[in-house]
């Protein structure tokens, strides 16, 4: 059993949203825009993998534990060329501002809607520059997400300190 990107979304999504009405997997599908079979398969493998109990919710101290060790070796971000996108990571609320200010251009996911032109990063699962159009909170998690993924050290221990207390780990 290998996990796949879309295990990480779910559980996220699950970590944040506790109260997803029943059944699970239509909600999920819908709010992830994935198809309710992929949300099953996410579930079981993060189940398995220890990100979920066996009552589909969140285990947050596994859920950090690979997040802050692990998740920057299995799903490295592709960066590329300058491109339109939305902004994540550092470029990104919540640490926007909190790190000063760079000449660097932020990061973003590739989006033709976007509005902030930056270097192309690709986002953890490739539905998530739609989904995060009606869902902050996830928005902000991913962001954060991404700035544990490919940012220095500072960056991702603030990333981390947010996460903590958002998903109450």
């Known amino acids: 059993m290998a996990l796949r990107p879309q295990d990480l979304l779910v559980s996220l999504k699950l970590a944040i949203t506790p ?45 950090m534990e690979f997040i802050v060790h692990g998740v920057k070796y299995v799903w490295a971000p592709k960066r590329g060329r300058m491109t339109r996108g939305i902004p994540t990571a550092h470029g990104a609320p919540p640490l926007i501002g909190e790190l000063g200010t760079t000449s660097d251009p932020v990061p973003v996911w590739p989006e033709p809607s976007g509005t902030v032109r930056g270097e192309s990063f690709e986002p953890l699962y490739r539905s998530v520059p739609r989904i995060i159009a009606t869902d902050q909170s996830l928005y902000e998690v991913l962001c954060l997400l991404d700035a544990i993924r490919a940012g220095r050290a500072r960056e991702r221990s603030l990333a981390e300190q947010h996460l903590r207390r958002i998903l109450g780990a």
């Open 19 to 63: 109260a997803l009405p029943r059944p699970l997997y239509p909600a999920l599908a819908s709010a992830l825009q994935l198809s309710p079979s992929e949300v099953h398969g996410a579930v079981r493998r993060a189940t398995e993998a220890g990100l979920l109990d066996q009552e589909q919710k969140p285990n947050l101290a596994s859920l």
